[in-house]
Structures are given as structure tokens and as C-alpha cells.
């Protein structure tokens, strides 16, 4: 799970589609392979339980071989007000986000992630 930063909206629907829009233009910068700036767009809760070096490594060793993505759907966007974390629950406003992804090299075909 990945969070990025928060959206104002006036209500869930517009939260949602903060989220989705938020959410793309993150994948868009791992799909340009700016790792360092994906996690810089990343919110400060996840910056906190990541480095920036551990997340451009994960990405190097995941993603990378993957190759280049050639379909993204948002498949679906989920409104909480508090996400399950081993301190406790965090409250706040969260919209969990899932795409159904494809890329070059990905011979089992359509798969959830990034």
C-alpha cells in the first residue's frame, strides 16, 4: 500500500477522483522510472516507514523488470476513515486505489499492482 498525499475534496466522490487522478500521476512517474520522485510525491506516512533509497531499490529489483506498462485501468477506489497499522489505526480521510495493470514483460498477462 501506498500513500500519497492528501486531496481536499468537498465530498467521497470528489475524494475518489482525487485519489484516481493523484494516483495516476504518481504510476506515470514510476513508469517514466523517476523512482526518486514517486517517492517524493509519496505522502510523509509513507515517507516515514520508507526511505527514499529502500523504495528506489524495491523498484530497481520489482518493477524495473517488468518492463513498460502498456495498459493501466483504475478498477477500484475505496473511501476509509481509518487504515489498520501495527501503532493502531490511523485516522484520516484514505481512498485505496487499484488498477489493473499490463506490461511488456509480464507473460501471466493482466495483474493487479503497480
Known amino acids: ?3 500519497l498525499q492528501a486531496a481536499r ?4 466522490g470528489d ?3 482525487a485519489a484516481a487522478a493523484a494516483t495516476e ?7 517514466a522510472g523517476a523512482y526518486e520522485q ?7 506516512v509513507f515517507q516515514k516507514e520508507l526511505s527514499s533509497e529502500k523504495w528506489v531499490e524495491a523498484l530497481n529489483h520489482v518493477r524495473t523488470p517488468l518492463g513498460k ?4 485501468m483504475l478498477a477500484s477506489a475505496l473511501y476509509q476513515t481509518a487504515l489498520p497499522s501495527p501503532k493502531g489505526p490511523m485516522k484520516g480521510e484514505w481512498v485505496i486505489a487499484q488498477h489493473d495493470s499490463a506490461y511488456e514483460n509480464l507473460s501471466a498477462g493482466r495483474g493487479r499492482g503497480l
Open 1 to 3: 500500500m501506498v500513500f
Open 9 to 12: 475534496a468537498d465530498d467521497v
Open 15 to 17: 475524494a475518489k477522483s
Open 25 to 31: 500521476s504518481w504510476l506515470k512517474a514510476i513508469d
Open 38 to 44: 514517486s517517492w517524493q510525491l509519496a505522502s510523509t
Open 69 to 72: 506498462s502498456t495498459e493501466r
